[in-house]
């Protein structure tokens, strides 16, 4: 069994092993957590291109030593031109597509999202962006190795993006989908980075490359334009937060689902149950999921077109109330509208306390498909989750669509600090209760706790059925007894990536540090 990698000097997990060597060095070196993940952040975006990229969002949690968590939404919005009435025109009245550039219609936030996370490094300490980028530079303009979870990957979406304008010229070889191995090369993408790099963030939303992108979009038939571009920026905001017998726990606000995550720990807190893996555990989280899933689809979207603060939804009486509401032996019946998402977290840690909890995402697998030959930049499809009806997460201009996106972080009674997240859309709140309440509630070693047997509740990766998921290799009695309790079970194959990829990373109050890496992932646990 794979150990949890211990240290003293700083910690660093990825779902791709050199996203996490990047990051390492660069806290080897002196830098700071924050560095450290803007380095692995534009990394994981040439080496993993099928779950993230600079033409999508990204949200973070920092956790700075004697400071409260700053949480950082790089969201992007709406287009300008992105209404309802604009989408009945070009003949999508009932549905805005999936894939090509009608999908892409908001404004890819997470390079925005770097900028003002390195601003929270000392100016006097701070690594040059140029530094930081230049491996990632380096591996896209030389080449990557393709992962098998992107040539599976691949293959199993390549009906839906062959066509896609762009797409192809990068990503398929000869019209094929590339066998793991097969070099990748991303030339304009390193272009890209390289400006960046030597113009800093701003260039790439109000300098030639975002003039470069609103010719191509305009031009492909997608309504972003140059001034949506040049109206964005990234925001720092107040983290929703809970306090539990364990500690207090943060997370990202609307337009994410972080207060679903929260409100599943929130209410199995409040079940009283006091062993780990046995019916009780899974149940209990199951059935906690489907109280916050139920709150989250009738409540969350844009932060303005909500009906309420989404940190009142997370008090102690609506809390209770859905602890109240859970049965301890039956299953409630389950169908329900699924949130579908691929993307990637990180986690780090450095030797001033400062933790951080990171994801990066371009929506579904390779986002819209839609990419640029001038800049080789992919632009997610997350405004394809808004909605042409009325409510919380109707498209309109300037709104920003609905996000499975959700870095989680705990300071725990002890003085631990947890960094914890994974992928998955609709298994993000799941796993990150997983392995939370594995580790800090029944004592699992953190490896331990990320490997462990996994479950889903609902829908991901292009999967009809909202049945629970479960992996094989739970113990057959445990699988028996959820099924006697009225769960509609589903077995997967052991350490599937239908379970997502899960990591993270502990700051112990004397000093060291634990870091944790999904096997189900390509990814490694790094600590010194």
């Given amino acids: 069994m794979i150990e949890t990698a211990l240290g003293l000097r700083g910690a ?47 949200f973070w949690l920092i956790h700075r030593k004697g400071q409260r968590p700053v949480a950082i939404s790089a969201c992007g919005f709406a287009a300008g031109l992105a209404t309802p009435d604009w989408y009945a025109e070009q003949g999508h009245g009932a549905a805005i597509p999936a894939r090509g550039p009608l999908a892409a219609l908001t404004v890819p936030g997470s390079v925005g999202g770097w900028q003002e996370a390195l601003a929270l490094v000392d100016e006097k300490r701070r690594i040059p962006l140029a530094d930081l980028l230049a491996p990632a530079i380096d591996l896209a303009r ?8 992107q040539s599976v990957t691949t293959a199993e979406k390549i009906d839906g993006l062959r066509d896609v304008t762009g797409f192809g010229d990068i990503y398929l070889v000869d019209g094929k989908v590339p066998e793991p191995g097969t070099r990748l090369v991303q030339a304009a993408l390193g272009e890209t980075l390289d400006t960046i790099a030597r113009e800093g963030t ?10 470069s992108h609103a010719r191509f979009l305009e031009q492909q038939g997608s309504p972003l334009r140059l001034s949506d571009f040049q109206n964005y920026a990234a925001a720092r905001q107040e983290p929703l937060t809970i306090t539990t017998s364990l500690g207090t726990l943060y997370n990202l606000g609307p337009p994410t689902q972080g207060m679903a995550s929260l409100a599943i720990l929130g209410v199995f807190d409040r079940l009283g149950i006091t062993d780990g893996e046995g019916f009780a555990h899974i149940h209990g989280l199951v059935e906690s999921t489907k109280q916050a899933f139920i709150l989250r689809n009738a409540e969350l979207g844009d932060p303005g077109a909500m009906r309420a603060a989404a940190q009142s939804f997370l008090d102690d009486a609506r809390l209770d109330a859905m602890a109240a509401a859970v049965d301890p032996v039956h299953a409630l019946p389950w169908p329900h509208e699924a949130k579908d998402g691929d993307t990637i977290w990180m986690g780090a840690a450095d030797a001033d306390g400062t933790v951080v909890s990171f994801i990066q995402s371009v929506f579904w697998e390779f986002g819209s ?17 808004f909605s042409l009806a009325p409510g919380p997460n109707q498209l309109a201009p300037g709104r920003r669509p609905f996000h499975t996106l959700n870095p989680a972080l705990a300071v725990l009674n002890d003085g631990r600090v947890m960094s914890y997240g994974t992928m ?11 392995v939370f309440s594995r580790y800090a509630q029944f004592g699992m070693p953190l490896q331990q706790a990320v490997t462990a047997p996994r479950w889903l509740l609902g829908k991901t990766w292009g999967d009809d059925t ?12 445990l699988i028996a007894a959820l099924k006697a309790a009225g769960h509609e079970v589903e077995l997967t194959p052991a350490f599937s990536s239908l379970m997502g990829h899960a990591g993270a990373v502990v700051h112990h109050p004397g000093g060291h540090f634990e870091a944790a890496n999904d096997p189900r992932s390509d990814g490694l646990a790094y600590a010194v």
Wanted: net charge negative.
């Fill in 424 to 434: 998955g859309g609709e298994g993000q709140p799941q796993t990150q209760a997983a």
């Fill in 369 to 385: 498909g839609l990419t640029c030959p001038e800049t080789g930049v992919v632009f997610q499809n997350r405004g394809a989750g």
């Fill in 466 to 477: 909202t049945s629970l998921k479960l992996e094989e290799n739970f113990d057959p009695a």
């Fill in 142 to 149: 030389n080449g990557v190795a393709v992962t098998r979870n």
């Fill in 12 to 58: 660093f997990t990825a779902p791709h092993r050199v996203a996490s060597k990047i990051g390492a060095d660069v806290l080897d070196a002196g830098g700071s957590s924050i560095e450290a993940m803007v380095a692995a952040a534009a990394a994981i975006a040439v080496v993993y291109p099928h779950m993230n990229g600079i033409g999508g969002d990204g």
């Fill in 202 to 211: 701003d260039a790439y939303y109000r300098g030639d490359i975002a003039r």
